[in-house]
């Protein structure tokens, strides 16, 4: 069964870069035909979709974070990752990694991991 | 402001039915099968319960179903139960750069 754990650091000073590890475990990142992507969730907001990656490299952003987001695999290590730079309080949220079949049907979700953007 | 417009709460009594709806429009919702419903209780990751419009992932209840006419789709619980009291987030693929759309989120309250 796949699972799926994000980390890194939950402080960010604004105007810094964001940067989030999903560490897939029960399969091979790279031997399935699955879009690896991340979601976030503002406290008290609804999902946004933040952007995807499918297990053959091509990547999907959301317009509105394009020019900040970069979303990469490590077939080595099984993870895959997020980077956001120039944050600012409107990034903090609890941020998701998932995967599913579709860009838009994520069956499998990381637990959740929340960020703070702060001096 | 969402893509996609949900109703910002619903509310049910336990055996009753109930209906979330999602609109959005011909590039989106009305425009592709692919329709997706999460469940998401308080401090939890959200939980694909349907796809492609009408498909129940392995091990989601039968009670949930999933439908769509023009540019609104549906979630219907039926036989509520306390234990689907949360809020409910609709997505679809969208033809614009923006690829993924998501509802607002809907509160389902049981009595």
């Known amino acids: 069964q796949l699972q799926l754990q994000e980390s890194g650091p939950g402080l960010v000073k604004p105007s810094e870069t964001l940067s989030l590890t999903c560490t897939v475990s029960?399969?091979?990142?790279?031997?399935?035909?699955?879009?690896w992507g991340w979601i976030r969730q503002p406290p008290g907001k609804g999902l946004e979709w933040i952007g995807s990656?499918?297990?053959?490299?091509?990547?999907y952003y959301n317009p509105s974070l394009k020019s900040r987001v970069t979303i990469s695999v490590d077939t080595s290590k099984n993870q895959f990752s997020l980077k956001l730079s120039s944050v600012t309080a409107a990034d903090t949220a609890v941020y998701y990694c998932?995967?599913?079949?579709?860009?838009?049907?994520?069956?499998?979700w990381g637990q959740g991991t929340m960020v703070t953007v702060s001096s | 402001q969402s893509a996609l417009t949900q109703p910002a709460s619903v509310s049910g009594s336990p055996g009753q039915s109930i209906t979330i709806s999602c609109t959005g429009t011909?590039?989106?919702?009305?425009?592709?099968?692919?329709v997706s419903w999460y469940q998401q209780h308080p401090g939890k990751a959200p939980k694909l319960m349907i796809y492609?419009?009408?498909n129940r992932p392995s091990g989601v209840s039968n009670r949930f179903s999933g439908s769509k006419s023009g540019n609104t789709a549906s979630l219907t619980i039926s036989g509520l139960q306390a234990e689907d009291e949360a809020d409910y987030y609709c997505?679809?693929?969208?033809?614009?750069?923006?690829?993924?759309?998501f509802g607002g989120g809907t509160k389902l309250t049981v009595l």
């Open positions: 990656i499918y297990y053959s490299g091509s990547t």
């Open positions: 029960g399969g091979s990142i790279s031997s399935s035909s699955y879009y």
């Open positions: 011909s590039s989106d919702v009305g425009g592709y099968n692919y």
């Open positions: 492609d419009v009408s």
């Open positions: 997505s679809s693929y969208t033809s614009s750069s923006t690829y993924v759309v």
């Open positions: 998932a995967t599913g079949a579709t860009v838009t049907s994520s069956d499998i």
